[in-house]
């Protein structure tokens, strides 16, 4: 068992989502960097999907109730345990009575923290994952949190080499299906232009500020079916990364689409960070 001593700026429980149901209208959900959670996950000796935490900002702080073994992996980050540094991208031993800290983000934006055996959560719709307007994962101080004990510790002292997750690249973007429907004014601009994250960014979207695209008017649209990764021209002048809890359909111009690499890179990024895209043809 787990006990929560902080959540800093968001504390929750994720796992590999929903993605059998997109057709019935159910976001996906998630994980949203699947490649710095799916490290932590192996690193730990558990399967890739497995239930783990994630920690948005630093500030999270945990007091180990029973013995445990973990992996951290995502963000660079600073970790402590009873004060005392730890590395990232290795297992790690806890105790009965240890305190792990994240105690500083160094690039990027979540951490994801693995105990193996995975932890033990409530699960809708076959996940833990939340699922807007009707479940919630986040975690809030004095939480307990159980997790599956094992023996079988795949890969004991395992490490990875520190994973470059390229937080300050270019985001490599597809034309999306209403691409061509931008003016050339617009496309120069679109592409051409430093966005920044906003503080209204969220598991559901990223919403991104940058030179005003009101010149560009596009026509309304019939709502069609979106993704997570698709960037969308708002009529306020301004665009959204959709994420991992998107909804399925939406009706304003999907003019990009991030591949799955680009989502990783983008949910590494906090309110304040700047996104340039790169159009692949």
Known sequence: MIRVLQTGTELSIQDGGRPHLRRFGVPLSGYLDTAGAMRANILA??????????????????????????????????????????????????????????VQILEGSRVYLSVSGGLKCTEILGSCSELTGFHSSRLAKGDLVLFHTTEDFI?????????????????????????????PGGKELLLNADFTVTAQSNRMAYKLKGPNVDGFPLEPMISSPVIPGTV??????????????????????????????????????????????KLIE
């Not at 992996?71 to 590395?87: D, L, M, Q, R």
């Open 45 to 102: 000796g558990n399967r890739p999907e497995t239930a783990l935490f994630e920690c948005y900002l630093p500030g999270q702080k945990f007091e180990f109730l029973h013995d445990a073994r973990c992996a951290a992996a995502g963000a660079k980050a600073t970790i402590h345990i009873n004060g005392k540094s730890v590395k990232s991208n290795h297992q790690m031993n806890l105790l009965k009575g240890d305190i792990l800290e994240v």
């Open 232 to 277: 969308q021209w708002l009529p306020d002048g301004s665009l959204v990364i959709l994420m991992r809890s998107c909804q399925t359909i939406g009706g304003y111009p999907r003019i990009l689409q991030l591949q799955e690499s680009g989502i990783n890179q983008v949910a590494q990024r906090a309110p304040g960070q700047s996104i340039e895209f």
């Open 155 to 183: 890969g004991l002292n395992a490490s990875m080499a520190a994973h470059q997750m390229n937080a300050h690249g270019c985001i490599e973007v597809f034309p999306g299906p209403e691409f061509e429907t931008l003016p």
